[in-house]
């Protein structure tokens, strides 16, 4: 939108419905100029890389982090050193890389197989913007199916969130249900197995 020269003071945040959001059509980009169309293009196919499981530049995975949980500032701030073709200064390369080591703990338990069950991948315990990223991990280890995701919430949207996930990794919200009721009582003794929070030691 700033690259369209529209006004970013009504650009809100919102719990998506769909797993790594709506990406603009290439046909969105042709009013502007020719460079700048390129690198939005070349995002657009690094995000779809990402989506896949496939490596990306540190930048590309900080924005996508960054837009899913909701830091519009530092979103909008690696997009336009993209577009400019700028390297990161310093300081955000330094708080990227810490986000993105805080991301990788946070997935790595998807991994396990104690996760699974018979009716799909419990992650209660995840938070829904870190979905995308435990659901790429997950198929470049075990492969693509279709099955249901339990995830957590988000900060706009707190609970249990079901999701479908299809087989090329893409994903929509079914229900969303209050922390209180099933699918969250069911799955308890999952979360606690994974980041107990009694009698265990740190």
Do not use: Y
């Amino acid at each position: 939108m700033r690259h369209f020269a529209e006004d970013l003071m009504d650009v809100r945040w919102i719990s998506r419905s769909t797993l790594w959001g709506v990406l603009p059509e290439p046909s969105q980009f042709v009013g502007l100029n020719i460079e700048t169309r390129l690198r939005l293009l070349r995002l657009i196919g690094a995000l779809c890389d990402l989506q896949k499981g496939e490596t990306v530049p540190l930048s590309v995975r900080s924005f996508a982090e960054a837009a899913l949980i909701g830091a519009s500032g530092r979103a909008l701030l690696l997009i336009d050193l993209w577009v400019a073709g700028e390297v990161m200064p310093t300081w955000l390369e330094a708080r990227c890389v810490q986000s993105q080591r805080h991301l990788a703990r946070r997935i790595a338990t998807v991994l396990l197989p104690a996760r699974e069950g018979v009716d799909g991948l419990w992650l209660l315990d995840l938070p829904s913007p870190f979905l995308p990223f435990a659901v790429a991990e997950h198929r470049k280890m075990f492969g693509a199916r279709n099955w249901l995701v339990h995830s957590g919430g988000d900060r706009l949207c707190p609970g249990i969130w079901t999701w479908t996930i299809d087989t090329t990794g893409g994903g929509e919200v079914l229900r969303r249900s209050r922390a209180g009721f099933t699918p969250f009582v069911r799955a308890c003794a999952h979360r606690e197995a994974f980041e107990p929070t009694t009698g265990g030691v740190a």
